[in-house]
């Protein structure tokens, strides 16, 4: 379904009829007496208002930072933004493709990782650790934890996450340092082979 579309369905939806339909299966539901289930409900109604509502207020944010910025610009921040995007994404709004909207929740991560395959059907991302040479102070089950929540947010295609290690290749060469030698004592290096 194209934005347009979504869009025009959204205007045709009367607030004030929807709201008064949101009260009437309320009643209901507190009318057949389970007290548990109704508040179940209107919990439910709480929270979903909560979620929109701050959807809707980013939005906002974002839109009155922008005077004097390019249309762009704005909307790329306002697409980077976690709640907005996964708001988008949930009505089928968001107007980037699948494999950008990857690629975005991967740069927002910590630790730095690389696409090996997405399997559409299954929804299986199998990524590989870039291997930036950092500390390593982040563990694996972190890593890909953060790497589930920002898919969460702008590609809930993606299932499941699987993780494999940096290939050696990538591994950065290991420098070896040695302590100079004391100043004025001169150095002799070893004659290339074969020389007399």
């Keep these: 379904m194209s934005v347009t579309t979504h869009t025009a369905a959204a205007k045709a939806l009367d607030a004030e009829q929807a709201g008064r339909r949101i009260e009437e299966m309320l009643e209901q539901l507190t009318a057949a007496g389970d007290r548990k289930a109704s508040a179940a409900a209107e919990e439910l109604v709480r929270v979903l208002m909560d979620f929109y509502g701050a959807g809707l ?6 839109l009155r930072a922008a005077p004097g910025r390019e249309t762009g ?18 009505h089928d709004l968001h107007p980037e493709d699948m494999g950008t909207r ?9 630790d730095p990782v690389e696409v090996v395959t997405f399997d ?4 299986t991302l199998r990524l590989r650790s870039a291997g930036t040479g950092g500390c390593g102070c982040t ?4 890593a890909q934890q953060s790497v589930e929540n920002a898919l969460a947010c702008f590609a809930p295609e993606v299932t499941t996450v699987e993780m494999e290690p940096a290939s050696a290749t990538q591994e950065p060469a290991l420098l070896q340092i040695g302590t100079r030698p004391p100043q004025g004592v001169a150095t002799t290096r070893p004659a290339p082979a074969g020389t007399p």
């Design 73 to 90: 610009d704005t909307l790329d921040e306002l697409l980077g933004d976690d709640l907005v995007s996964s708001l988008l994404v949930l």
């Design 57 to 62: 207020a980013r939005i906002l944010d974002g």
């Design 120 to 123: 559409e059907s299954t929804g």
């Design 139 to 142: 563990g694996a089950s972190s």
């Design 102 to 110: 990857i690629g975005r929740a991967l740069a927002a991560v910590r």
